[in-house]
């Protein structure tokens, strides 16, 4: 099984490792290491999340975000890696 991350969440992942480098050294590289596991586990545990807006729902371990995506027989396409703690109308708008 492919995954696809979406050049939009692209840009989210980069922006959340930013964020939380600036937090505190090293913390934005512990960002991605989690996050990229997240997504790892699609591989096996796709389909079982919440949907929302269409997207498969998956809340991330350790930090407070949520991966949103959807899946074929062969790729799992990565649409947006949100903060949780965003508004949620940004949520919902950029779920659109």
């Given at each position: 099984?492919?995954?696809?991350?979406?050049?939009?969440?692209?840009?989210?992942?980069?922006?959340?490792?930013?964020?939380?480098?600036?937090q505190?050294?090293?913390?934005?590289?512990?960002?991605?290491?989690?996050?990229?596991?997240?997504?790892?586990?699609?591989?096996?545990?796709?389909?079982?999340?919440?949907?929302?807006?269409?997207?498969?729902?998956?809340?991330?371990?350790?930090?407070?975000?949520?991966?949103?995506?959807?899946?074929?027989?062969?790729?799992i396409?990565?649409?947006?890696?949100?903060?949780?703690?965003?508004?949620?109308?940004?949520?919902?708008?950029?779920?659109?």
């Amino acid at each position: 099984m492919n995954i696809q991350i979406l050049t939009p969440a692209k840009i989210d992942i980069s922006n959340g490792a930013d964020f939380y480098e600036h937090q505190e050294n090293g913390l934005g590289k512990y960002f991605l290491e989690s996050i990229f596991a997240d997504i790892e586990s699609l591989r096996i545990y796709r389909g079982v999340h919440i949907k929302v807006n269409d997207y498969y729902q998956l809340l991330a371990k350790r930090f407070p975000y949520a991966i949103y995506y959807k899946y074929n027989e062969k790729t799992i396409f990565i649409y947006a890696i949100l903060d949780t703690r965003s508004n949620p109308t940004h949520i919902k708008k950029r779920l659109k």
